[in-house]
């Protein structure tokens, strides 16, 4: 069991940045792909970063050059830096993982079906 749990969301004005974390406890040793995703309203929900346990990242197309993922395996910690903000940012923004994901199925691509996912945190973007 793995859980999670989101910080850093705000109510922001676009083009400033916010840096969005996840904290993982439980048995977090096993920890393999973890992404973000996140669920705005009326749209459908949008993987929006991953990285798994080498390092290796993806991102959507509508926020690559943006924004960031990034881990901290020895706080058991993953992170979004979020740069350059636009309205259509505004969403919940949900972190997850999963522990048996093949490395090549750690992508925005798949980002749905993952074992594991927080209870999200608002990020509103005013224009």
């Known amino acids: 069991q793995v859980q999670l749990e989101e910080s850093g969301g705000g109510s922001v004005q676009a083009g400033v940045s916010l840096i969005l974390s996840c904290a993982a406890s439980?048995?977090?040793?096993?920890?393999?792909?973890m992404e973000w995703f996140r669920q705005a309203p009326v749209k459908e929900r949008e993987g929006v970063a991953t990285?798994?346990?080498?390092?290796?990242?993806s991102y959507a197309d509508s926020v690559k050059g943006r924004f960031t993922i990034s881990k901290d395996n020895a706080k058991n910690t993953l992170y979004l830096q979020m740069n350059s903000l636009k309205p259509e940012d505004t969403a919940i923004y949900y972190c997850?993982?999963?522990?048996?994901?093949?490395?090549?199925?750690?992508?925005?691509?798949?980002?749905?079906?993952?074992?594991?996912w927080g209870k999200g945190t608002l990020v509103t973007i005013s224009s």
């Open positions: 439980g048995d977090t040793h096993s920890t393999y792909c």
């Open positions: 997850a993982v999963d522990t048996t994901r093949l490395s090549g199925y750690c992508h925005v691509d798949y980002y749905y079906g993952m074992e594991y």
């Open positions: 990285i798994d346990s080498d390092g290796t990242t």
